[in-house]
């Protein structure tokens, strides 16, 4: 089983598969760096919620002290939708989805296109050559 297991870590796949998800992971804290430290101080600023956009709440239930953060309001017991973080982790996801979209694009293009299979009888083909088998 040891050997089968080295095998199995050998491969080039896997091998692939590892850098794959450390490097996604380290992407991943640019984008979300990108996102909480330049995209949603802008938002913010734009919609006039202060610099901690991700910390935007509406109180559903419960009570909340004025100005609260999100963490204090949910510390009091109040229900609350936490927009703020709905929003960045969106904008997380689109960002990340469109930077993997320009690398699979590229990649794309450099790849050869695959060999065409080669051309073989069709359906019909077939099933005639099967028939005319059988009448003999």
Do not use: H, W
């Not at 293009?109 to 359906?123: I, N």
């Amino acid at each position: 089983m040891l050997s089968e297991f080295k095998t199995f870590i050998a491969r080039g796949n896997v091998l692939d598969l590892a850098v794959g998800v450390i490097i996604g992971a380290a992407f991943g804290t640019i984008v979300k760096s990108l996102t909480d430290d330049v995209i949603m101080p802008v938002i913010a600023l734009v919609t006039g919620g202060g610099v901690d956009f991700s910390s935007r709440y509406i109180v559903l239930s419960g009570e909340a002290p004025a100005g609260a953060s999100l963490a204090a309001a949910r510390a009091a017991g109040a229900n609350v939708l936490a927009y703020g973080s709905f929003v960045t982790a969106f904008i997380n996801f689109v960002i990340l989805a469109f930077a993997i979209f320009l690398i699979v694009r590229q990649a794309n293009k450099l790849m050869p296109p695959p060999e065409a299979a080669p051309a073989g009888p069709s359906e019909v083909e077939l099933l005639a050559e099967i028939r005319d088998a059988l009448r003999k």
